[in-house]
């Protein structure tokens, strides 16, 4: 079983980023859970989602508290959340950010907010970074394949919007880079 | 029965519930908005608005008011459905009795969530276990698939001539309301011939009664004993529901309670809702160092499973029984009902209170406990804080 855990900001896309993940394992066959996090939301204040994968029936229904996978929609969050707490040695950290640091020995980094801003995915100001991430991660960790998250987008935006966000899941498929 | 291969989705629990109430075919909706329910109203009138479910959903100013309506619509000979939580529960319980005393069949999914104060809207089983005496079947879920079967089945139960009770199914607010896994739902099809219209009328309306009038002592005291007996009744009932839902569905259904390693078990822990989950994986990890054992889920809280609790733990060594539900100078709720099950046999009964207002309760904790209950060190009653 696969822990991911996911942070971003009110606006991302972070739960729909966990709902996709979770879908698509499931379209593959496999069990899958989305946990998404709910204080006091709003645009611009940090949100969580935690995402489990699994060949097996999951019967946890405890938060994560050693994931797999740290996923941070949003660099200014490393500073405030510290969210590698607790990730497993050997997991992966995955940021959006296009001045990556060193946070962790396995980084990765893709530059999702200029992948969505290049494509109008914007909303009220924000940049709906959340398809852009799962290309990301869908390439980094290969835990579903990127054609049947093409499919569960396809299926939760019909239409022009469905196709932006295809084409953002693919660039950040391909941009995602690991730190040397 | 013919088994039929279901379809797969992936649903959060508010939208497999919403699921399941559009296949059942209720005719009257009245649901007022409160977290963590409120998803489920809103894909419900989806629903409705699209016409894939052609009910009435009215629109009303509480959640006493979506009760009493239903109520009026179950008495006229409609399928009825309301969905509530926490302080909308607790709005709701003056027609939650007048329901329940006047026997209407009626299916109410409540998503368990704490109540103030302090506020909270996270998780815990305090609403939905305060309302234990409104002659209501109580059930809960484990898990999101268990959300949606319930709901279907309790429909069937509500209705069963031999009960006409209302039924209330109970599942954890957030965690499973609003988390997404993966459900297998049946063919419409299939639930159609599982759960038939409604056959029977509460009133003939060519000679027309009051319902819920003044009962001179004589009569309210003999109907409560009605109310009583049909309760009593309905345990069979659902378990016969249950084994010819899992023939349809192909899915175990348990029974009233859900034995996960119990039998030969020397120490069994018993929990109820999401949480079961958690303490299965407790109970695997503890086998697998070779201790001996298990877990006892109740799955029906209403009619309370007395005589199955008894016969799975009379022989154990010690019980450890989880609640996140409290009666204050009491104790924990459900562990006073499984000490009243065991009346009369030696086996001492311990209670580990915890994840009140959404506290996280990991697996570890409980394998801790159910340790400490073996080595002889666990108190009697244990607040995980």
Known sequence: M????????????VVTAG???????????????????????????????????????????????????????????????????????????????????????????????????????????WAVVNTAMVGALSSVTKLVDIGTAEDVVKEEFPGKLGELNVEAMYLGFKEVRALD | MQVTKGVVKALVGNHAVAYAVKQAKPQVLAVYPITPQTTMLEKLSEYVDRGELKARMIRVESEHSALASIYGAAVA???????????????MTEMLYWAGGQRVPIVAAVATRALASPWSILDDHQDFMSKRDAIWIQM????????????????????????????????????????????????????DSFIPPRKFNLVDFTDPVGVGPVA???????????????????????????????????????????????????????SM???????????????????????????????????????????CKGV???????SFGSGGILVNEVKVSLYGHDVPVHSLVGGLGGMDVRPLHIQTALENLMEGKLEEERWLL
């Open chain 1, 2 to 13: 696969i822990e991911i855990s996911l942070k971003g900001r009110g606006g991302q896309g």
């Open chain 1, 19 to 125: 709902e996709i993940m979770a879908k698509a394992a499931i379209v593959e066959g496999k069990y899958a859970q989305s946990i998404p996090f709910f204080g006091g939301e709003r645009r611009g204040a940090p949100v969580s989602c935690e995402v489990r994968i699994s060949d097996q029936p999951i019967s946890l229904h405890r938060r994560v508290y050693n994931p797999d996978v740290v996923t941070v929609f949003d660099a200014t969050l490393m500073d405030l959340l510290n969210p590698l707490t607790g990730i497993k040695e050997g997991g992966i950290l995955l940021i959006n950010t296009d001045n990556p640091r060193r946070y962790w020995n396995r980084t990765y980094y893709v530059d999702a907010t200029g992948i969505a801003r290049s494509l109008g995915l914007n909303i009220a100001g």
């Open chain 2, 77 to 91: 000979g409609a399928r009825v459905f309301t969905a509530t939580a926490s302080q909308g529960l607790l709005y």
């Open chain 2, 140 to 191: 809960m879920a484990e898990n999101v698939q268990e959300a949606y079967d319930l709901t279907i089945q309790a429909f069937r139960i509500s209705e069963h001539e031999n009960v006409v009770l209302p039924v209330m199914m109970g599942f954890d607010g957030f965690i499973l309301t609003h988390t997404m896994e993966r459900v297998e739902v049946l063919h419409d099809s299939v639930v």
């Open chain 2, 216 to 270: 001179p002592p004589e009569d309210y005291i003999r109907i409560r004993f009605e109310a009583k007996k049909a309760m009593e009744r309905s345990k069979r009932v659902i378990k016969e529901i249950f084994r010819e839902y899992e023939d349809i569905s192909g899915r175990p259904q348990h029974g009233l309670v859900e034995c996960f390693m119990c039998r030969d078990a020397d120490y069994v822990v018993v």
């Open chain 2, 273 to 315: 809702g999401a949480w079961s989950g958690d303490a299965r994986v407790a109970v695997k990890r503890l086998r697998e160092r070779g201790a001996k054992v298990g877990l006892l889920k109740v799955r029906v809280f209403r009619p309370f499973p007395f005589e199955e609790v008894r016969d799975y733990l009379r022989d």
């Open chain 2, 320 to 326: 450890l029984v989880m609640d996140r539900a409290y």
